[in-house]
């Protein structure tokens, strides 16, 4: 969650362990630890930040840093200007390859997004200037029609890797419209621990899979390290003075994790230096994955489903060293 007031006490570098309780904490309950305020949710504690208070202009800076945001975590060339969303349109509509109209729904929806925030920093500058646009008005629902069609495009946007589609994060401008800005933010909340548990998913499969390997037994302090300073950024916003902290021990624990190198056995073979190698590239796959999850703050099933799969074969080769 980024769009909130910096914290005045910033958290430290590592996440404090707010779990030991005998009773499960309900959902929505809130604690302060060394001055760092947090909120629980389906059993993760996330850095909670107060909403921005309810108006117009509050609402277009929040849609507007999470356009930026989908668009940033999202493939390349779709940041298509709302003034030529008539011509992203046709070319959608006439496009015949169904490789290609892809990419051209997903340029459309770009353009959608954009001509709704458009709009809507119009309706906020006429605010300004002391004129009382209702709910009801035919700018504010042509404003909502663009961001609900450019959500009903989501699914053929794609991550910037390529590997899936992040609707949820597609989606938040037309909820941060759509919603109460607390309930915005409630909701945000809820995505940012389900990222952690699907963060927590990814590092237990490479702990299972590598844990009992003799080529890469310093796997798993780099892992634990890697997986604690992704939880830590995914909750933390940029402009918290405690990102200065925390962004670099992500970044440099990412970075060890990923130039892990296998210590091989005196009696390795050809064939299980190919596996060696096989495992290297699943390593980095791995951290790529917790990068990305981290980052975008929701979860990535298929991406994760992909990863998993990729495991199990070669967990299979594994027997063979």
């Known amino acids: 969650m980024r769009i909130a007031h910096s914290s ?11 779990l030991a309780q005998a009773t499960p904490p309900d959902n929505g309950e809130r604690r302060t630890v060394d001055g760092a305020d947090y909120i629980h949710f389906n059993g ?78 119009a309706i906020v500058e006429l605010e300004e200037k002391g004129v009382r646009i209702s709910r009801d008005n035919e700018l504010m629902r042509a404003c909502g029609d663009y961001f ?38 409630e909701s945000r909340f809820v995505k940012v621990a389900q990222a952690m548990a699907n963060i927590d998913k990814v590092v237990a499969r490479i702990q299972q899979l590598y844990g009992d390997r003799p080529e890469f037994s310093e796997i798993g302090p780099l892992l634990e390290n890697y997986s604690s300073a ?20 992500f970044i440099a624990s990412g970075e060890l994790l990923g130039n892990v190198q296998p210590h091989m056995q005196q009696n390795c073979s050809r064939e299980c230096r190919y596996v060696m190698e096989e495992a290297l590239k699943t390593l980095v796959a791995g951290r790529n994955l917790i990068n990305w999850i981290a980052r975008a703050r929701v979860p990535m099933p298929r991406s ?16 063979s060293c």
């Open 44 to 121: 993760y504690w996330v850095r909670y930040y107060p909403p921005l208070e309810e108006s117009l202009a509050s609402r277009k800076t929040l849609i507007d840093h999470l356009t930026r945001r989908a668009f940033h975590h999202t493939e390349p060339g779709i940041n298509t200007p709302g003034e030529r969303l008539d011509t992203a349109r046709a070319h959608y509509q006439n496009q015949s390859d169904p490789a290609m109209k892809r990419v051209n729904a997903a340029m459309l929806a770009g353009a959608l997004f954009n001509r709704a925030t458009d709009i809507f920093t």
């Open 304 to 319: 994760s489903v992909a990863y998993f799969a990729r495991c199990e074969l070669l967990g299979e080769r594994f027997k």
């Open 230 to 249: 992704a939880k830590h950024e995914c909750e933390t916003m940029k402009s918290d003075v405690c990102i200065f902290d925390i962004w670099p021990r």
């Open 148 to 185: 609900k069609e450019a959500l009903e495009l989501g699914r053929d946007v794609r991550h910037f890797s390529g590997e899936e589609g992040i609707d949820e994060l597609w989606g938040e401008p037309f909820r941060a419209f759509t919603l109460p800005i607390t309930a915005y933010y």
């Open 8 to 18: 005045n006490n910033p958290a430290g570098s590592e996440r404090p362990t707010l």
